[in-house]
């Protein structure tokens, strides 16, 4: 569990004004001081996180966040930044004192509520002062997820807020997906295509490909990993056809010009479009491609930040992919980790990567904000497929 990828952690925010205790709360949750703690309004700066282990949840990570009633200019920087963790956020908790919620929790409420986050009340610092039955009754009507404890003298405050984590985790972590989930079956045989090429990482396989090859494995599947020059001998070679073959979308061509028609083929990046994102709006997405015009601009989304290199695929090939499909000049823009555009609307088409590196919620946040700007989204795979001409082939297993 410890190994397990922070992308397929479950993410537990941890949100309140300043110095209702947010800190100190998350530091009795992981056992270690995480988060400094001090009587100073606003000594969490940004967002901090915890990656462990807390059973019977499983592989967890924590995210301490600055307060939500932050001052100044700098404090208004740093609720931007809090603001932001909500989109990567499975289940949020809401961190208040004796004086209650007030417009600062509505708000932070509100926003969970639009995107259903699940929300735990927990009402800090009871050792000093209880609060009132009127303002916890106030907070009841919003959550019957509460608790009312201390984390300076509660010896049951893990327990407690424990407990309503169980009571809230959302139904994908208690029955996590499979990425390969309508894809194979148990027993039968599947094909990796592995390109090593510049961006192949050394002495090892980028995380898609790992995950994968990992739940085939589990799913007892007879497995050969290939690269794409050696794809057409690995065929001629397996007395039983293999039920599927899985690309990197980067060599979905010479891929798809190789497999026999009889055969399924899709891609990691459009495996990680469902598990990930919603693969039906992707594909819509992908569809406007052929409604580009002269000047439109494109949002391309990494969730990790790495070194480009000279035939990048977000930076160089999916522009020039596109750039053939459509014969338009299009304008690229780039975001990269947990940024995100805040001007959706300014963009034609936004294009998302795989999210091996990001959790669901995120990606999920995303494509919500795209819907309710009406602005088309896609992602890697789906795009290099449409582009080529082979997106029906490569989804139409999921979709029936």
Request: aromatic residues 6%; neutral net charge; contains cysteine.
């Amino acid at each position: 569990m410890q190994k397990t990828p922070k992308a397929l952690r479950l993410h537990i925010g941890i949100f309140g004004r300043r110095n209702v205790g947010k800190s100190s709360i998350i530091n009795k949750l992981t056992h270690q001081n995480i988060s400094i703690v001090s009587n100073v309004a606003g000594t969490t700066t940004d967002a901090v996180e915890k990656t462990m282990e807390m059973l019977p949840l499983g592989p967890v990570v924590f995210i301490d966040t600055a307060g939500i009633d932050d001052i100044g200019e700098l404090g208004k920087q740093r609720v931007d930044k809090t603001l932001k963790v909500i989109d990567r956020t499975d289940i949020a908790i809401i961190v208040c004192d004796k004086d209650g919620w007030d417009e600062f929790e509505n708000e932070l409420f509100k926003k969970f509520q639009e995107i259903k986050i699940p929300t735990i009340a927990v009402i800090n610092k009871t050792d000093l002062k209880e609060i009132s039955q009127e303002k916890f009754d106030y907070i009841k009507e919003k959550t019957n997820s509460i608790v009312k404890t201390s984390a300076q003298s509660d010896e049951n405050i893990i327990i407690k807020i424990k407990q309503e984590l169980i009571n809230n985790v959302p139904e994908e972590f208690i029955t996590p997906p499979s990425v390969v989930e309508g894809a194979i079956e148990d027993g039968e045989n599947a094909i990796l295509v592995t390109p090593i090429d510049k961006e192949a990482p050394k002495g090892r396989l980028i995380l898609p490909e790992v995950q994968v090859l990992r739940e085939l494995l589990d799913k007892n599947c007879q497995t050969i990993v290939v690269t794409e020059k050696s794809l057409k001998k690995a065929l001629s070679m397996t007395k039983e056809p293999p039920k599927i073959v899985i690309t990197d979308s980067q060599a979905f061509k010479e891929v798809n010009d190789i497999v026999p028609e009889n055969i399924n083929l899709t891609s990691f990046s459009i495996l990680f479009a469902r598990l990930k994102g919603d693969l039906k709006t992707f594909i819509e997405g992908a569809k406007t491609i052929k409604e580009l015009q002269d000047g439109d601009k494109i949002l391309i989304c990494e969730s990790c930040t790495h070194h480009q290199i000279a035939d990048d695929i977000g930076q160089v090939k999916i522009p020039n992919f596109l750039r053939k499909k459509t014969g338009k000049n299009l304008i690229f823009e780039y975001y990269s980790s947990h940024q995100f555009a805040e001007n959706i609307k300014d963009y034609k088409l936004i294009i998302h990567c795989g999210g091996c590196m990001t959790n669901r919620r995120e990606i999920l946040s995303r494509i919500l904000k795209c819907k309710n700007a009406n602005v088309p989204i896609t992602n890697y795979g789906v795009t290099i497929a449409y582009c080529l001409g082979i997106l029906d082939r490569a989804t139409e297993m999921f979709m029936k």
